[in-house]
């Protein structure tokens, strides 16, 4: 769940993007980027911050730390605000 589903804000198209970047963590990662977020307690998720990819992958260049922390970012105008430009930033990042 986006920060703002948790904090009971309106629905935005942006809580999908947020899912998205969480499951492209995962992928590369093996592990769920915010320690602790598991069962009922997301407060790990509300408060941020994730936890660094290098923790789980210690060869991960910078640019991935650098996409995630924008498409992870908990204030939602940092965020990518449309698909085309969430995917456009993960292939330069991937690159």
Do not use: C, K
Not at 12 to 19: H, K, Q, S
Not at 58 to 73: D, H, K, M, N
Request: proline residues 8%; negative net charge; aromatic residues 12%.
């Amino acid at each position: 769940m986006a920060p703002e589903q948790l904090r009971g804000q309106p629905v935005e198209p942006a809580w999908d993007l947020w899912g998205l970047a969480v499951i492209t963590y995962e992928m590369l990662a093996g592990a769920h980027p915010f320690a602790g977020a598991t069962g009922a307690d997301y407060s790990a998720v509300r408060i941020g911050p994730f936890t660094p990819l290098t923790a789980h992958l210690q060869e991960a260049p910078t640019r991935w730390q650098e996409f995630f922390a924008r498409v992870l970012a908990l204030e939602t105008a940092r965020r990518p605000n449309s698909a085309h430009l969430f995917f456009s930033e993960l292939e330069r990042a991937l690159s």
